[in-house]
């Protein structure tokens, strides 16, 4: 088990930027896959982007070309940078955890794949 906390969020006109951090604790955090998903109420927790332990990037197709996942493992830190950020992209951010080893983007699409979840944090983009 891993405890996450994510920051960043925060509103943000359309066309502009955002980086969310998710920081965990664990001395393990190197060997896990980290993953971003949002949220909007009424609907599913949808998959945004993941990495895996050897830093293989897997973004949704609706993301893909505008937002980067990245991971800092000596600061137990993963990132996303949110660019041309759209009125779509409004929701609860979430990070997630797996600490199973997994290849493949159908290991990371889905949130039952993952052990932890974040408290999330809210991205508004107004247009």
């Known amino acids: 088990q891993v405890q996450l906390v994510e920051s960043g969020g925060g509103l943000v006109q359309a066309g502009g930027s955002l980086r969310l951090s998710c920081a965990a604790s664990?001395?393990?955090?190197?060997?896990?896959?980290m993953g971003w998903f949002r949220q909007v109420p009424g609907k599913e927790r949808e998959f945004v982007a993941a990495?895996?332990?050897?830093?293989?990037?897997y973004y949704a197709d609706s993301v893909k070309g505008r937002f980067t996942i990245s991971r800092d493992n000596a600061k137990n830190t993963v990132y996303l940078q949110m660019n041309s950020l759209k009125p779509e992209d409004t929701a609860v951010y979430y990070c997630?955890?797996?600490?199973?080893?997994?290849?493949?983007?159908?290991?990371?699409?889905?949130?039952?794949?993952?052990?932890?979840w974040g408290q999330g944090t809210q991205v508004t983009v107004s247009s």
């Open positions: 997630a955890a797996r600490d199973d080893y997994c290849s493949g983007y159908g290991c990371y699409d889905g949130p039952y794949e993952y052990d932890s």
């Open positions: 664990g001395r393990t955090f190197s060997r896990y896959a």
């Open positions: 990495i895996s332990w050897s830093s293989i990037k």
